[in-house]
């Protein structure tokens, strides 16, 4: 979708938003439950993407501000609405001027950022997901020869990462010039799809070396082919496997009881309607001569834009709202007793908004600053500057308490969030087992959707260690800030190797085959039972230390990548499993 379609059709949603805050005005009874179960959608869309969130945000919030001010107009409501009307058409009309932006470039994008992962050798799983979830929103239809290509490069990417992952294991020279050939080949094929450019790649320079054993040949021939596809040549039509999670698949999978997104969703919603009903309230005992008439749904506004899935955003993002409201209150009131001379307002505007424009990336609170000054210049005296700055703070107040009555400590997750991903993990490895008995369209799918819900578990993990980092600590809570490198160090050690065993055992003789399945099915057994939190006490009161089945393979290509994976995996499994179990004593 590009920019002016998707300016369009917000436009048009925002627009019918107000037209049903006019005809709802001063209908509370209907208004409130709608707010109810807009904000809650809101919230809930958050899983899909910030973005579509945020937009959904808006239009609800637009919404609610016709729905509270209309009575309180001095023009006819149908002529306010014609003037929304011409401020959404200019913002379309402003998609069509320069910089122009292609057809599908945020797609692109992140297409592009996943290829420059890889080549940088940084951690996969977040730009994987990223390029995943922007090609779950195109349709396949209206998008399809760009789809089939975007689609084609992510699974060439997967491949190529892991590949480099299995090389990686190796000696740190041999693994260090691979990286080095691949990352100048990626980087240019990474720069050709972030321009949209669809001529082919010139052709690279030979390979400086031969591939010594089919895991180096296999790599060179994705890269190869990887230039290809982002050229426009060999595009093909995506499997199921690939299908990345649709929209609606996502927002059902966190409708679950220890959700974080389902959690915030309802956090969100209640917040807003308790901001709402205080706006209404506090203007209603103040009266008009302090505060401006049907400008409550500011308290909204703020509450809003704060209230996140975590402690560390919503009190750093309130903290800088409400500095920032307070300083751009002040020069607001300040500013409303300079003469009022038409040609000298147009310049006040002016230039706050090149204020915003320049400072808008430099936080919340300098963006709130430039913000609440410039909507306080919009309206004549200092009401529009105190209506503001004190629905905002209210507003801000409102957020913090919401959030302090019913948390989301993601300290207290984590333990659940390790048993997921290990769980996730197991049937991985099991559906890859399963495959390598016996090759067929129907395990090939079941490997792909066991790989995506443990990709999704383990970032929900390292989201969690991520977001724990900022809250308050309880000397009775498990999970010191010390333990959370090593442990998402072990998960993502795991992840490695089993994407490792994903491309090493299929070059196993074919007859060995069966050694490498019993020794993922220990694996996966050993997963599955830290998932359940059955490990077993040793003497020495760590856990039961876990022993995949070990043989000796005969030689070939793939077994010594494949046992040094299964080494490496269960030692850090073992490394977790003592670990989950030391801080199941310490609970």
Same mark, same amino acid.
């Given at each position: 979708?590009?920019?002016?379609?998707?300016?369009?059709?917000?436009?048009?949603?925002?627009?019918?938003?107000?037209?049903?805050g006019i005809l709802?005005?001063?209908?509370?009874?209907i208004v409130?439950?709608?707010l109810l179960?807009?904000?809650?959608?809101?919230?809930m869309l958050r899983?899909?993407?910030?973005g579509i969130s945020?937009?959904?945000l808006?239009?609800?919030?637009?919404?609610?501000a016709?729905a509270e001010?209309?009575?309180?107009l001095?023009v006819e409501?149908?002529?306010?609405?014609?003037?929304f009307?011409?401020?959404a058409?200019i913002?379309?009309?402003?998609?069509?001027?320069?910089p122009?932006?292609?057809?599908?470039?945020g797609?692109?994008?992140?297409?592009?950022?996943?290829?420059?992962?890889?080549a940088?050798?940084?951690?996969?799983g977040?730009a994987l997901?990223?390029a995943?979830?922007?090609?779950?929103l195109?349709?396949?239809?209206?998008s399809?020869?760009?789809?089939?290509?975007l689609?084609?490069?992510?699974?060439?990417?997967?491949?190529?990462?892991?590949?480099l992952l299995?090389?990686?294991?190796r000696s740190?020279?041999?693994? /260090?010039?691979?990286?080095?050939? =691949?990352s %100048?080949r &990626?980087s *240019?094929?990474a720069e050709h799809i +972030? !321009?949209?450019d669809?001529?082919?790649l010139?052709?690279?320079p030979?390979w400086? /070396?031969e591939a010594?054993d089919p =895991?180096? %040949?296999? &790599?060179? *021939?994705?890269?190869?082919?990887a +230039? !290809?596809?982002?050229g426009?040549?060999?595009a093909?039509?995506p499997?199921?496997? /690939?299908r990345?999670?649709?929209?609606?698949?996502?927002?059902?999978? *966190?409708?679950r009881?220890?959700s974080?997104?389902?959690h915030h969703?309802?956090?969100l919603?209640?917040?807003?309607?308790?901001?709402?009903?205080?706006g209404m309230?506090?203007?209603?005992?103040?009266g008009?001569?302090?505060?401006?008439a049907?400008h409550?749904f500011w308290?909204?506004v703020a509450?809003?834009l704060?209230?996140?899935?975590?402690?560390?955003d919503t009190f750093?993002r309130?903290i800088?709202?409400?500095?920032g409201?307070?300083l751009?209150?002040?020069l607001?009131?300040?500013?409303?007793?300079?003469?009022?001379?038409p040609?000298l307002?147009?310049?006040i505007?002016?230039?706050l908004?090149?204020?915003y424009?320049?400072f808008r990336?430099?936080g919340?609170a300098?963006t709130m600053?430039?913000v609440?000054?410039?909507i306080?210049a919009?309206t004549?005296g200092?009401?529009?500057?105190?209506?503001?700055?004190a629905?905002?703070?209210?507003?801000?107040?409102?957020?913090?308490?919401?959030f302090?009555?019913?948390?989301?400590w993601?300290?207290?997750q984590?333990?659940?969030?390790?048993k997921?991903?290990?769980?996730a993990e197991g049937?991985?490895?099991?559906s890859l087992?399963?495959?390598?008995?016996?090759d067929s369209?129907?395990h090939?799918?079941a490997?792909?959707?066991a790989?995506?819900?443990?990709?999704v578990?383990?970032?929900?993990?390292?989201?969690?260690?991520h977001?724990a980092?900022?809250e308050?600590?309880s000397?009775r809570?498990?999970?010191?800030?010390d333990?959370?490198?090593p442990?998402s160090d072990r998960?993502?050690e795991?992840?490695r190797?089993?994407?490792?065993?994903s491309?090493?055992?299929?070059q196993?003789?074919?007859?060995?085959r069966?050694?490498a399945c019993s020794?993922?099915?220990?694996?996966?057994?050993?997963l599955?039972?830290?998932?359940?939190?059955e490990?077993?006490?040793s003497?020495?009161?760590?856990?039961?230390?876990?022993q995949p089945v070990?043989?000796e393979?005969p030689?070939?290509?793939?077994?010594?990548?494949?046992?040094?994976?299964f080494?490496?995996?269960?030692?850090?499994?073992?490394?977790l499993?003592?670990?989950?179990?030391?801080?199941?004593?310490r609970?």
């Amino acid at each position: 979708m590009i920019p002016a379609q998707a300016a369009a059709i917000t436009a048009m949603l925002q627009i019918a938003a107000a037209w049903a805050g006019i005809l709802l005005a001063g209908q509370w009874w209907i208004v409130f439950p709608l707010l109810l179960v807009s904000f809650f959608a809101a919230g809930m869309l958050r899983s899909v993407a910030i973005g579509i969130s945020m937009r959904w945000l808006v239009i609800t919030i637009i919404f609610l501000a016709f729905a509270e001010f209309t009575p309180t107009l001095a023009v006819e409501p149908t002529t306010a609405l014609l003037y929304f009307a011409v401020g959404a058409a200019i913002m379309i009309a402003a998609q069509l001027l320069p910089p122009f932006s292609s057809r599908h470039s945020g797609q692109r994008r992140a297409v592009s950022a996943f290829y420059r992962q890889i080549a940088a050798g940084g951690p996969l799983g977040p730009a994987l997901f990223s390029a995943d979830q922007s090609l779950a929103l195109l349709h396949r239809r209206t998008s399809g020869r760009e789809l089939e290509r975007l689609t084609q490069l992510v699974e060439r990417g997967e491949q190529i990462a892991q590949l480099l992952l299995l090389l990686d294991n190796r000696s740190e020279e041999e693994a /260090r010039r691979w990286r080095d050939i =691949a990352s %100048s080949r &990626l980087s *240019e094929i990474a720069e050709h799809i +972030a !321009r949209g450019d669809r001529a082919p790649l010139p052709a690279p320079p030979a390979w400086d /070396r031969e591939a010594a054993d089919p =895991a180096e %040949s296999a &790599l060179m *021939e994705a890269i190869d082919a990887a +230039a !290809r596809v982002a050229g426009g040549l060999g595009a093909q039509a995506p499997s199921e496997e /690939r299908r990345a999670p649709r929209p609606w698949e996502l927002v059902r999978a *966190e409708l679950r009881p220890r959700s974080p997104i389902l959690h915030h969703a309802l956090r969100l919603s209640i917040a807003c309607v308790i901001a709402q009903i205080t706006g209404m309230l506090v203007a209603s005992w103040v009266g008009t001569s302090a505060m401006l008439a049907g400008h409550g749904f500011w308290v909204v506004v703020a509450t809003a834009l704060i209230v996140f899935p975590d402690y560390g955003d919503t009190f750093s993002r309130g903290i800088g709202r409400t500095i920032g409201t307070v300083l751009g209150a002040l020069l607001g009131i300040g500013l409303s007793f300079l003469p009022q001379n038409p040609l000298l307002h147009i310049i006040i505007l002016v230039l706050l908004f090149f204020g915003y424009l320049a400072f808008r990336s430099c936080g919340q609170a300098w963006t709130m600053f430039w913000v609440v000054a410039w909507i306080a210049a919009l309206t004549p005296g200092p009401l529009g500057a105190i209506t503001r700055g004190a629905d905002t703070l209210i507003g801000c107040v409102i957020g913090f308490a919401v959030f302090l009555v019913a948390p989301t400590w993601h300290r207290n997750q984590l333990s659940d969030r390790l048993k997921d991903w290990s769980q996730a993990e197991g049937e991985r490895l099991e559906s890859l087992s399963t495959l390598w008995q016996l090759d067929s369209e129907e395990h090939r799918l079941a490997v792909a959707h066991a790989t995506v819900r443990s990709r999704v578990a383990r970032l929900e993990f390292f989201n969690a260690a991520h977001s724990a980092r900022t809250e308050p600590r309880s000397k009775r809570e498990q999970w010191e800030n010390d333990d959370l490198d090593p442990v998402s160090d072990r998960v993502l050690e795991v992840s490695r190797q089993v994407a490792v065993l994903s491309v090493s055992v299929p070059q196993w003789p074919e007859e060995a085959r069966s050694r490498a399945c019993s020794q993922a099915d220990a694996l996966a057994t050993a997963l599955r039972r830290l998932g359940a939190g059955e490990q077993e006490a040793s003497a020495d009161g760590g856990s039961q230390r876990i022993q995949p089945v070990r043989t000796e393979e005969p030689g070939g290509p793939g077994v010594a990548d494949a046992q040094l994976a299964f080494t490496r995996a269960a030692e850090a499994l073992d490394w977790l499993a003592h670990e989950e179990s030391r801080q199941a004593q310490r609970a």
